[in-house]
């Protein structure tokens, strides 16, 4: 059997180079490169395949791992902080934790990544040999303890470790932990939570957006055990569905959560909550879950539960507070972003000599890559982080019976001209959050639709 593996890792070895961010992946020779800014689920084409429409969620996982080292919100001074990639496949993620974080704040960070699959985790291995971090340290091999040598492998100042992901997750207590199964994280929320030390960042992908979203009911309720409404706002439900999971699976563990980050990007959702020991916070937990109730005109309110007339336009529980953090997304800028995941020119003209040279349209194509992971987000930090109004402008503008549609710069500066605080929110809908209350928000659209016939 061992036999096979090596021969079938051998046959597909080492694959196509590609970039994500600032690091060189492997591809298998089974896939295609990626077109123009993918989106969805792709198709899995054999062992080694990499999936870019996730692209973005991996370079907010680089930039929020930097911010946590850099402003010291996570740990003190010189204290560590310890990564698991719990899911880590053929091992990109990880790879870009240690070759983007800048030179100096990698003494900081210890990695660990696992996997069951012998062919991914090689092929990590691999891909980490083959294309090492752009800068390199003298690494001390004592900063990883007797007790975790015992269960795994230390390979260039990556920990590898090859078990099922909920017993990696209770080797130690980690500050940060990165959950990307394939479909729904039900299976592995308790283990996550437990595996936090006292105080760390969860950040948890699910795919299965079809029970999140309430368009397969029955999946909802069985994994979820909520129940959901299909439409205008069923991408915000489906985030806000997954944290009230996690905050009521913290809360049995005497944990509470503070979501630092949380959005619906395409075809998952993925959530980055911070995770702390406190009994009594997390007895508070409750007040945050709720349910949304909608109105005919659009509008909506959180509710802390419907009454049974009710219960048809309501979905829920879900979490009802705010989702971000606004001191830390507010520094996630399209600036920032490149600077710490886009190559310099100087880095560039060596990516090119080593692997034969790129093309102008690949480097734009990945710059724009790294641009859209963070697009709208410092700007819509400050609403996101308090209580605010959802509104789909589509969804709306049926229901007002405009004519036309305004512009998105038009209803921004409308509002904002109103006195309310508004912004675009990341999704592929146009979305905007806003301090406006409902009517506010129906007769500036009014009068916009009207200056448009």
Wanted: hydrophobic content about 40%; aromatic content about 8%.
């Amino acid at each position: 059997m061992a036999d096979e593996k090596k021969d079938e890792f051998e046959a597909h070895w080492p694959g196509q180079p590609w970039m994500e961010g600032k690091t060189v992946i492997l591809l298998s020779n089974q896939q295609e490169r990626p077109s123009h800014m993918p989106r969805g689920p792709a198709k899995r084409v054999g062992p080694g395949f990499i999936n870019p429409a996730m692209a973005p969620a991996r370079t907010r996982s680089v930039l929020l791992l930097e911010d946590a080292l850099s402003n010291e919100w996570l740990t003190e001074g010189e204290m560590p902080i310890r990564a698991l990639d719990a899911l880590c496949s053929t091992g990109v993620r990880f790879r870009r934790w240690r070759n983007e974080i800048p030179k100096e704040l990698q003494p900081r960070l210890r990695i660990h990544a696992n996997d069951l699959d012998e062919f991914a985790l090689r092929w990590a291995q691999e891909s980490n040999l083959l294309y090492p971090p752009n800068h390199v340290w003298d690494f001390d091999e004592e900063l990883f303890n007797d007790h975790e040598r015992v269960h795994g492998t230390l390979i260039e100042g990556i920990f590898y470790m090859q078990e099922d992901a909920r017993i990696a997750l209770n080797k130690g207590a980690y500050q940060w932990i990165d959950l990307d199964p394939f479909g729904s994280p039900i299976t592995f929320l308790d283990a996550a939570i437990q595996g936090i030390g006292r105080r760390g960042v969860l950040e948890v992908t699910a795919t299965d957006t079809a029970a999140l979203t309430g368009s397969s009911p029955s999946s909802q309720r069985r994994r979820y055990g909520a129940k959901g409404i299909v439409d205008a706002y069923a991408h915000d439900d489906a985030i806000r569905t997954l944290l009230g999971v996690v905050a009521t699976t913290a809360a049995k563990h005497d944990r509470f959560i503070e979501p630092i980050l949380c959005l619906f990007d395409g075809h998952h959702v993925r959530l980055s909550v911070l995770i702390v020991r406190g009994k009594e916070k997390a007895s508070e937990m409750q007040t945050s879950i709720g349910w949304r109730l909608r109105y005919k005109d659009g509008g909506y309110i959180f509710v802390e539960h419907p009454s049974p007339e009710e219960l048809v336009n309501a979905s829920g529980p879900m979490w009802i507070a705010p989702l971000w953090n606004q001191a830390i997304t507010s520094r996630l800028s399209e600036e920032r972003a490149l600077s710490i995941c886009f190559p310099s020119e100087n880095e560039k003209k060596l990516l090119n000599q080593m692997h034969g040279g790129w093309s102008e349209n690949d480097w734009e194509y990945w710059r724009r890559e790294i641009c859209r992971s963070v697009r709208f987000i410092q700007d819509a930090a400050p609403i996101m982080s308090h209580d605010h109004l959802l509104i789909d402008i589509d969804d709306f503008a049926k229901k007002l019976k405009l004519k036309h549609i305004p512009k998105m710069e038009s209803i921004l500066t409308a509002f904002r001209n109103a006195g309310h605080e508004t912004a675009r929110v990341p999704d592929a809908n146009p979305m905007i959050a806003t301090f406006a209350s409902i009517e506010q928000s129906k007769q500036i659209l009014r009068v916009l639709g009207k200056s448009h016939e």
